[in-house]
C-alpha cells in the first residue's frame, strides 16, 4: 500500500460503528484512521471487528499516549507490538502528538503542551529520533491546542513546532481546528501563522468541532466542523499545493454512522473544489 493511496478526507474508526462498518461493503470512506493503544493487545469481539475493517481497508494510524515530549522510557512491549501492528495496518506513517502525557510513568490521559524553549526543544528532538529509530515507517508529529503556556517561552508555538519538526527531520500532521481554536484563544490570525510554518512537511491533516465556554474555546472533537475551519483547510490544502488526506476526528457525542458519513461528504466535497482548483492553475 503506497502514500499515494490516501487522499480525500478519512474518518476515525470508532467503537460505536464497528459492528456497522464491518458489514459494510461500500461506505465511501477512502481510509480510517485508527489509534494502536485500543488495539494492540486488546482481545474480544471488539478487537476482532476492528482487525476485519483494518485488514480490509486503507489504514492511517495515530498514537495517543507516546509522550514524545516526555521523560518516561519507551515502554519496548508496547513498541514491539506497535511496530508490528503498523505493518499489518499497511500504514504509509505513524503519527504522535507534540506534547507530554506520562509522568514517572503515571498516564495523565491528557494531551500537554511542552514549554516553547530551546531546552524543551533539544530534548524533544533527541525522543523524536529515538521514536523514529524504533518505527517500521515515518513519524509525524501533531500540532495540539493548549490553554496555557508553561514557564517563560524563548520563542513562540510556530517557531517550537518549526524547530522540531526540521531538527528531527520528521513530518506534520497538521490539525487545522487546533491552529483556530489555539488562534481564537490566544488572539492570532490562523492564516498569518501558518504562512510562518514548513507546509513542505505537511503529510496529514486533521480536522475537527469544537465548543465555547465563556471566552474559551475548547478543542472537543465533539460537534460538527464549522465552516470558517473548512475554509481554513481549504486555504492550507491550496497553500500546501497537493493532496494530502484529511482526516475528520469526532470522539464526543459520536452521532450515528449514517450523520457522520453525511458530515465527511461535506467536508470532502470542499476538499475536492480545492483540488479542482489547484489542477486547474497547475495546468
Known sequence: ???????????????????????????????????????VGDGGR?????????????????????????????????????????????????????CFTSVDAN?????????????????????AKEL????????????????????????????????????ADVGWLLDVNNVYVNALNFGFDPKEWLSRM??????????AGHRKFGDLTVDTHGADVIDPVIELMQWTLAKVGRPVPVLLERDNHIPELDTLLAERERIQQAYDRVLVSTEASHG
Not at 495523565?108 to 525522543?127: C, M, N, S, Y
Not at 512537511?201 to 486533521?206: C, E, F, I, L, Y
Request: charged letters at 20%; proline letters at 7%.
Open 1 to 39: 500500500m503506497t502514500q499515494d493511496r490516501f487522499t480525500g478526507v478519512g474518518l476515525g474508526l470508532r467503537r460505536p460503528h464497528l459492528e456497522q462498518v464491518a458489514r459494510m461493503e461500500s461506505h465511501g470512506v477512502p481510509f480510517w484512521e485508527t489509534c494502536p493503544e485500543n488495539v
Open 46 to 98: 471488539h478487537h476482532r471487528l476492528a482487525c476485519a475493517i483494518l485488514d480490509r481497508d486503507p489504514v492511517l494510524t495515530h498514537g495517543l499516549a507516546m509522550s514524545v515530549g516526555g521523560y518516561d522510557a519507551w515502554d519496548e512491549d508496547y513498541l514491539r507490538g506497535l511496530g508490528q501492528f503498523l505493518l499489518r495496518t499497511g500504514t504509509p506513517w505513524h503519527s504522535e502528538h507534540l
Open 107 to 127: 498516564c495523565l490521559h491528557e494531551l500537554l503542551p511542552l514549554p516553547f524553549t530551546r531546552e524543551a526543544v533539544r530534548h524533544t528532538i533527541g525522543r
Open 132 to 167: 523514529q529509530a524504533r518505527l517500521p515507517v515515518p513519524l509525524l508529529l501533531e500540532n495540539i491546542t493548549y490553554y496555557a503556556e508553561l514557564g517563560v517561552p524563548d520563542m513562540d508555538e510556530a517557531d517550537f513546532i518549526t524547530a522540531v519538526l526540521e531538527g
Open 198 to 207: 514548513p507546509l513542505d512537511r505537511v503529510a496529514q491533516m486533521h480536522i
